[in-house]
Protein backbone atom coordinates (compact mmCIF):
# COMPACT_ATOMS: atom_id res chain seq x y z
CA UNK A 1 0.00 0.00 0.00
CA UNK A 2 3.11 2.30 1.09
CA UNK A 3 4.51 1.72 -2.33
CA UNK A 4 1.62 2.30 -4.81
CA UNK A 5 0.82 6.34 -2.57
CA UNK A 6 4.57 6.81 -3.53
CA UNK A 7 4.35 5.89 -7.26
CA UNK A 8 1.30 8.34 -7.24
CA UNK A 9 2.52 10.95 -5.63
CA UNK A 10 6.59 10.95 -6.92
CA UNK A 11 5.09 12.64 -10.54
CA UNK A 12 3.63 15.44 -8.31
CA UNK A 13 6.79 15.72 -6.32
CA UNK A 14 9.23 15.90 -9.72
CA UNK A 15 7.00 18.36 -10.94
CA UNK A 16 7.48 20.60 -7.72
CA UNK A 17 10.94 20.08 -7.96
CA UNK A 18 11.59 20.50 -11.62
CA UNK A 19 9.11 24.48 -10.92
CA UNK A 20 11.15 25.59 -7.85
CA UNK A 21 14.61 24.69 -10.00
CA UNK A 22 13.08 26.40 -12.63
CA UNK A 23 12.16 29.03 -10.06
CA UNK A 24 15.32 29.52 -8.66
CA UNK A 25 17.47 29.39 -11.67
CA UNK A 26 14.81 32.80 -12.74
CA UNK A 27 16.03 34.37 -9.73
CA UNK A 28 19.59 33.56 -9.99
CA UNK A 29 19.91 35.34 -13.82
CA UNK A 30 17.78 38.34 -12.48
CA UNK A 31 19.84 39.35 -9.61
CA UNK A 32 22.94 38.45 -12.07
CA UNK A 33 21.41 41.57 -14.66
CA UNK A 34 20.78 43.79 -12.07
CA UNK A 35 24.66 43.19 -10.83
CA UNK A 36 25.47 43.68 -14.37
CA UNK A 37 23.49 46.74 -14.94
CA UNK A 38 24.57 48.38 -11.61
CA UNK A 39 27.31 49.32 -12.93
CA UNK A 40 26.23 50.90 -15.64
CA UNK A 41 23.77 52.60 -13.87
CA UNK A 42 26.31 54.32 -11.76
CA UNK A 43 28.59 55.50 -14.43
CA UNK A 44 25.16 56.93 -16.10
CA UNK A 45 24.09 58.66 -13.27
CA UNK A 46 27.38 60.61 -12.34
CA UNK A 47 27.59 61.39 -16.30
CA UNK A 48 24.30 62.87 -16.13
CA UNK A 49 24.83 65.08 -12.83
CA UNK A 50 28.49 66.26 -14.23
CA UNK A 51 26.24 67.30 -17.78
CA UNK A 52 23.57 68.99 -15.45
CA UNK A 53 26.41 71.24 -13.86
CA UNK A 54 27.10 72.40 -17.39
CA UNK A 55 23.98 72.58 -18.35
CA UNK A 56 22.05 73.26 -15.69
CA UNK A 57 18.30 71.33 -15.57
CA UNK A 58 14.96 74.02 -16.06
CA UNK A 59 14.33 76.01 -12.84
CA UNK A 60 11.14 74.75 -11.21
CA UNK A 61 8.42 77.57 -11.56
CA UNK A 62 7.49 79.43 -8.41
CA UNK A 63 4.49 81.15 -9.42
CA UNK A 64 1.75 78.64 -7.81
CA UNK A 65 4.15 78.08 -4.82
CA UNK A 66 3.06 78.89 -1.43
CA UNK A 67 6.02 79.30 0.71
CA UNK A 68 6.49 78.78 4.67
CA UNK A 69 9.64 79.75 6.22
CA UNK A 70 10.05 79.44 9.66
CA UNK A 71 12.62 81.56 11.53
CA UNK A 72 11.87 84.14 8.78
CA UNK A 73 11.71 87.46 10.82
CA UNK A 74 15.50 88.09 10.20
CA UNK A 75 18.94 86.40 9.10
CA UNK A 76 18.73 83.72 6.55
CA UNK A 77 15.04 83.62 6.82
CA UNK A 78 14.67 86.85 6.41
CA UNK A 79 16.94 86.49 3.33
CA UNK A 80 15.20 83.55 1.99
CA UNK A 81 11.86 85.39 2.07
CA UNK A 82 12.61 87.87 0.04
CA UNK A 83 14.58 85.94 -2.69
CA UNK A 84 11.95 83.32 -2.86
CA UNK A 85 9.79 86.44 -3.33
CA UNK A 86 12.09 88.34 -6.24
CA UNK A 87 12.09 84.87 -8.01
CA UNK A 88 8.41 84.63 -8.22
CA UNK A 89 6.68 82.64 -5.19
CA UNK A 90 2.96 83.24 -5.28
CA UNK A 91 2.26 83.74 -1.60
CA UNK A 92 4.93 84.16 1.64
CA UNK A 93 4.37 82.65 5.03
CA UNK A 94 6.58 83.58 8.15
CA UNK A 95 6.48 81.75 11.47
CA UNK A 96 8.76 83.24 14.12
CA UNK A 97 9.21 84.00 17.86
CA UNK A 98 9.89 87.93 17.44
CA UNK A 99 6.96 89.65 16.45
CA UNK A 100 8.83 93.18 15.49
CA UNK A 101 11.29 91.53 13.04
CA UNK A 102 8.46 89.13 11.31
CA UNK A 103 6.42 92.22 10.95
CA UNK A 104 8.90 94.16 9.03
CA UNK A 105 10.16 91.38 6.72
CA UNK A 106 6.11 90.82 6.51
CA UNK A 107 5.72 94.68 5.38
CA UNK A 108 9.19 94.51 2.96
CA UNK A 109 7.95 91.54 1.10
CA UNK A 110 4.65 92.84 0.12
CA UNK A 111 6.50 96.24 -1.03
CA UNK A 112 8.11 93.80 -3.61
CA UNK A 113 4.49 92.75 -4.33
CA UNK A 114 4.25 89.33 -3.21
CA UNK A 115 1.19 88.25 -0.89
CA UNK A 116 2.79 87.75 2.84
CA UNK A 117 2.00 86.86 5.95
CA UNK A 118 3.11 86.36 9.42
CA UNK A 119 2.72 83.64 12.16
CA UNK A 120 4.04 83.71 16.01
CA UNK A 121 4.95 80.03 15.78
CA UNK A 122 1.53 78.78 15.98
CA UNK A 123 1.72 75.55 13.86
CA UNK A 124 -2.70 75.44 14.49
CA UNK A 125 -3.15 78.08 12.06
CA UNK A 126 -2.58 75.61 8.86
CA UNK A 127 -6.13 76.48 7.85
CA UNK A 128 -5.84 79.88 7.78
CA UNK A 129 -2.21 79.62 6.09
CA UNK A 130 -3.15 77.50 3.15
CA UNK A 131 -1.81 74.50 1.21
CA UNK A 132 2.11 75.02 1.77
CA UNK A 133 4.08 73.42 -1.24
CA UNK A 134 7.43 74.66 -0.04
CA UNK A 135 8.27 74.21 3.51
CA UNK A 136 11.49 75.89 4.52
CA UNK A 137 12.30 74.39 8.11
CA UNK A 138 15.07 77.51 8.84
CA UNK A 139 14.40 78.05 12.83
CA UNK A 140 17.48 77.35 15.02
CA UNK A 141 19.01 78.17 18.40
CA UNK A 142 22.21 77.94 19.77
CA UNK A 143 23.82 78.72 23.39
CA UNK A 144 27.33 78.28 22.38
CA UNK A 145 28.50 76.50 25.65
CA UNK A 146 30.18 73.23 26.51
CA UNK A 147 27.80 70.34 28.14
CA UNK A 148 28.95 71.08 31.66
CA UNK A 149 28.03 74.59 31.53
CA UNK A 150 24.74 74.12 29.50
CA UNK A 151 21.54 74.02 31.64
CA UNK A 152 18.95 71.26 30.80
CA UNK A 153 16.11 73.45 30.03
CA UNK A 154 18.72 75.21 27.05
CA UNK A 155 20.07 71.92 25.68
CA UNK A 156 15.84 70.86 25.34
CA UNK A 157 15.57 74.06 24.02
CA UNK A 158 18.28 73.07 21.20
CA UNK A 159 16.54 69.85 20.54
CA UNK A 160 13.19 70.75 20.09
CA UNK A 161 13.54 73.92 17.70
CA UNK A 162 16.40 72.18 15.90
CA UNK A 163 15.41 68.97 15.50
CA UNK A 164 12.01 67.97 16.88
CA UNK A 165 10.43 71.11 15.52
CA UNK A 166 11.22 69.75 11.74
CA UNK A 167 9.44 66.56 12.83
CA UNK A 168 6.38 68.54 13.81
CA UNK A 169 5.79 70.48 10.54
CA UNK A 170 6.78 68.59 8.12
CA UNK A 171 4.30 65.67 9.56
CA UNK A 172 1.84 68.95 9.57
CA UNK A 173 2.03 69.60 5.34
CA UNK A 174 3.66 66.64 4.12
CA UNK A 175 0.22 64.42 4.02
CA UNK A 176 -1.41 67.27 1.89
CA UNK A 177 2.05 67.72 -0.32
CA UNK A 178 1.49 64.04 -1.41
CA UNK A 179 -2.32 64.50 -1.68
CA UNK A 180 -1.84 67.35 -4.31
CA UNK A 181 1.98 65.27 -5.27
CA UNK A 182 3.00 68.70 -5.46
CA UNK A 183 5.70 70.02 -2.61
CA UNK A 184 9.27 70.75 -1.36
CA UNK A 185 10.94 69.99 1.80
CA UNK A 186 13.75 72.26 2.69
CA UNK A 187 16.16 72.13 5.94
CA UNK A 188 18.67 74.96 6.44
CA UNK A 189 21.24 72.67 8.68
CA UNK A 190 24.73 73.37 9.18
CA UNK A 191 28.14 72.13 8.25
CA UNK A 192 28.96 71.41 12.00
CA UNK A 193 26.23 68.16 10.98
CA UNK A 194 28.90 66.59 9.74
CA UNK A 195 31.89 68.36 11.62
CA UNK A 196 31.14 69.53 15.02
CA UNK A 197 33.37 71.61 17.14
CA UNK A 198 34.13 71.97 20.74
CA UNK A 199 31.62 74.91 22.62
CA UNK A 200 28.34 74.49 20.55
CA UNK A 201 27.63 70.71 21.83
CA UNK A 202 23.94 71.38 21.66
CA UNK A 203 23.74 72.97 18.72
CA UNK A 204 26.12 70.53 16.91
CA UNK A 205 24.03 68.07 17.92
CA UNK A 206 20.98 68.81 17.01
CA UNK A 207 22.33 69.53 13.74
CA UNK A 208 23.27 65.77 13.10
CA UNK A 209 19.91 64.59 14.18
CA UNK A 210 17.96 67.17 11.96
CA UNK A 211 20.63 65.58 8.90
CA UNK A 212 19.48 62.26 9.35
CA UNK A 213 16.03 63.02 9.47
CA UNK A 214 16.25 64.88 6.37
CA UNK A 215 18.32 61.80 4.81
CA UNK A 216 15.48 59.18 6.04
CA UNK A 217 13.06 61.30 4.18
CA UNK A 218 14.65 62.05 0.90
CA UNK A 219 15.19 58.42 0.55
CA UNK A 220 11.67 58.26 1.99
CA UNK A 221 10.11 60.38 -0.63
CA UNK A 222 11.62 58.57 -3.69
CA UNK A 223 8.41 57.08 -4.36
CA UNK A 224 6.43 59.88 -3.71
CA UNK A 225 5.72 61.87 -6.96
CA UNK A 226 6.37 65.90 -7.00
CA UNK A 227 7.40 65.88 -3.38
CA UNK A 228 10.90 66.50 -3.09
CA UNK A 229 13.55 67.38 -0.71
CA UNK A 230 16.71 69.94 -0.22
CA UNK A 231 19.45 69.87 2.40
CA UNK A 232 21.82 73.03 3.08
CA UNK A 233 24.61 72.74 4.70
CA UNK A 234 26.69 75.96 4.75
CA UNK A 235 29.91 76.94 6.37
CA UNK A 236 29.76 79.71 9.61
CA UNK A 237 27.45 82.70 7.91
CA UNK A 238 27.65 86.32 9.26
CA UNK A 239 24.49 86.62 11.01
CA UNK A 240 23.96 87.86 14.69
CA UNK A 241 23.28 84.26 15.28
CA UNK A 242 26.93 83.35 15.82
CA UNK A 243 28.22 86.67 16.35
CA UNK A 244 31.43 86.39 17.99
CA UNK A 245 33.05 83.37 16.37
CA UNK A 246 36.41 83.35 15.18
CA UNK A 247 38.42 81.24 13.16
CA UNK A 248 42.16 81.52 12.50
CA UNK A 249 42.55 82.29 8.80
CA UNK A 250 38.95 84.79 8.10
CA UNK A 251 40.73 85.76 4.49
CA UNK A 252 40.74 81.66 3.66
CA UNK A 253 37.81 81.04 5.20
CA UNK A 254 35.21 84.18 5.11
CA UNK A 255 31.95 83.51 6.45
CA UNK A 256 29.05 83.21 4.02
CA UNK A 257 26.75 86.12 3.39
CA UNK A 258 23.33 85.49 4.52
CA UNK A 259 21.81 86.49 0.66
CA UNK A 260 24.39 84.10 -0.86
CA UNK A 261 22.74 81.71 1.33
CA UNK A 262 19.04 82.07 0.67
CA UNK A 263 19.67 82.34 -3.20
CA UNK A 264 22.17 79.36 -3.26
CA UNK A 265 19.05 77.46 -1.36
CA UNK A 266 16.56 78.88 -3.72
CA UNK A 267 18.36 78.02 -6.62
CA UNK A 268 18.71 74.48 -5.08
CA UNK A 269 15.09 74.23 -4.92
CA UNK A 270 14.07 75.28 -8.04
CA UNK A 271 17.17 72.86 -9.44
CA UNK A 272 15.44 70.04 -7.53
CA UNK A 273 19.26 69.72 -5.50
CA UNK A 274 19.03 66.85 -2.88
CA UNK A 275 22.12 68.02 -0.49
CA UNK A 276 24.08 71.18 -1.21
CA UNK A 277 27.24 72.06 0.99
CA UNK A 278 28.61 75.59 1.09
CA UNK A 279 31.01 76.83 0.06
CA UNK A 280 31.80 74.08 -2.24
CA UNK A 281 35.13 73.57 -0.14
CA UNK A 282 33.26 72.10 2.37
CA UNK A 283 33.16 68.75 0.28
CA UNK A 284 36.89 68.64 1.30
CA UNK A 285 36.39 68.55 4.96
CA UNK A 286 33.59 65.34 3.96
CA UNK A 287 36.32 63.72 2.58
CA UNK A 288 39.49 64.40 4.89
CA UNK A 289 36.76 62.86 7.51
CA UNK A 290 36.22 59.90 5.79
CA UNK A 291 40.34 59.13 5.48
CA UNK A 292 42.16 60.34 8.25
CA UNK A 293 42.90 59.23 11.34
CA UNK A 294 41.26 61.28 14.23
CA UNK A 295 45.05 62.69 16.15
CA UNK A 296 45.19 64.02 12.17
CA UNK A 297 41.67 65.62 12.54
CA UNK A 298 42.11 67.33 15.83
CA UNK A 299 45.61 68.72 14.20
CA UNK A 300 43.84 70.29 11.79
CA UNK A 301 41.04 71.66 14.70
CA UNK A 302 43.91 73.18 16.43
CA UNK A 303 45.52 74.51 13.29
CA UNK A 304 42.21 75.95 11.44
CA UNK A 305 41.07 77.54 15.33
CA UNK A 306 37.88 75.96 14.93
CA UNK A 307 39.05 74.73 17.96
CA UNK A 308 38.62 77.82 19.79
CA UNK A 309 36.17 79.37 17.76
CA UNK A 310 33.59 79.37 20.41
CA UNK A 311 35.62 81.13 23.03
CA UNK A 312 34.71 84.40 21.73
CA UNK A 313 31.21 83.52 21.18
CA UNK A 314 28.34 86.39 22.01
CA UNK A 315 25.58 84.98 19.34
CA UNK A 316 22.18 85.69 19.86
CA UNK A 317 20.15 82.51 21.41
Given at each position: ?????????????????????????????K???????????????????????????????????????????????R??????????????????????????????????????????C???????????????????????K???????D???K????????????????????????????????????????P????????????????ES????????????????????T??E??????????SL????????V????????????????????????????????????????????????????????
Amino acid sequence: MKGIVYLSLSPWFRGALEENFSREKRMQWKWLGALLLFPVQMVYLVVKAAVCLVLPPRLRDLSRDNVLVTGGGRGIGRHLAREFARRGARKIILWGRTEKCLKETTEEIRMMGTECHYFICDVGNREEVGDITILVNNAAVVHGKSLMDSDDDALLKSQHINTLGQFWTTKAFLPRMLELQNGHIVCLNSVLALSAIPGAIDYCTSKASSFAFMESLTLGLLDCPGVNATTVLPFHTSTEMFQGMRIRFPSLFPPLKPETVARRTVEAVQMNQAFLLLPWTMHVLVILKSILPQAALEEIHKFSGSYTCMNTFKGRT
